[in-house]
């Protein structure tokens, strides 16, 4: 016999279980702990016994853990389909971080590692960005003061990039994930190179 806090309980699992069967391949980790959770649920007897029969999901932890490694599979699988592969590798960092942690508070110091690689990926694409600006700026501008400002903006991202990548150059700009933020075709580009070269140095 079902207490009523049971029988809500065990209604509010179903509705959620329901939702994530909506899209069974981005919840596949949630979906089998969910089920086991309800057969738990639907043994009957009072919340503080089910309790109990839950054993390590009494503190639902399982269904956290289980939410951070449906979201960064799904992530990985998304990087890796357009081709942005140290996005992908970070995802998995945070996925493999995720899949070790047995506790509320693992997820909660654990995971910042992972987020500190990606960070690391977004900001060279954010460096190459400005680095694209600052070198049409340097074009652009008749000033010699505002050149010498620009040169600099471009050296220092410049410099920015080569440090986390140093296989990066102008060819790179066609190449992911830099493609991504490149909005100038490549006779533009390559004379925004030999201003580069000009101005501030070889690229080699």
Not at 66 to 87: A, M, N, Q, T
Not at 116 to 133: M, P
Not at 165 to 171: A, K, R, V
Request: net charge negative; hydrophobic share 35%.
């Amino acid at each position: 016999m079902l207490s009523e806090e049971m029988s809500y309980h065990i209604r509010y699992l179903e509705s959620r279980l329901s939702k994530l069967k909506k899209s069974p391949e981005l919840n596949s980790y949630q979906i089998p702990i969910y089920e086991k959770i309800i057969l738990f649920a639907k043994e009957g007897g009072s919340y503080e016994e089910y309790l109990e029969r839950l054993g390590e999901f009494a503190d639902f932890f399982p269904v956290a853990r289980s939410e951070h490694l449906d979201r960064y599979k799904s992530i990985i699988e998304l990087y890796e389909s357009v081709g942005l592969k140290e996005f992908s590798e970070s995802a998995n960092n945070k996925y493999t971080i995720a899949k070790s942690c047995q506790t509320y508070s693992d997820l909660a110091t654990k995971l910042p590692i992972g987020i500190k690689l990606e960070n690391t990926a977004s900001e060279r694409l954010n460096s190459a960005c400005l680095f694209l600006n600052y070198l049409v700026e340097l074009q652009i501008k008749p000033e010699k003061k505002d050149k010498l400002h620009f040169a600099a903006l471009v050296r220092e991202e410049w410099e920015k990039i080569k440090n986390s990548d140093p296989d990066f150059g102008f060819e790179s700009f066609f190449q992911k994930p830099y493609v991504y933020i490149n909005v100038f075709p490549k006779d533009k580009l390559f004379q925004l190179k030999r201003i580069f070269e000009e101005i501030i140095g070889s690229t080699g």
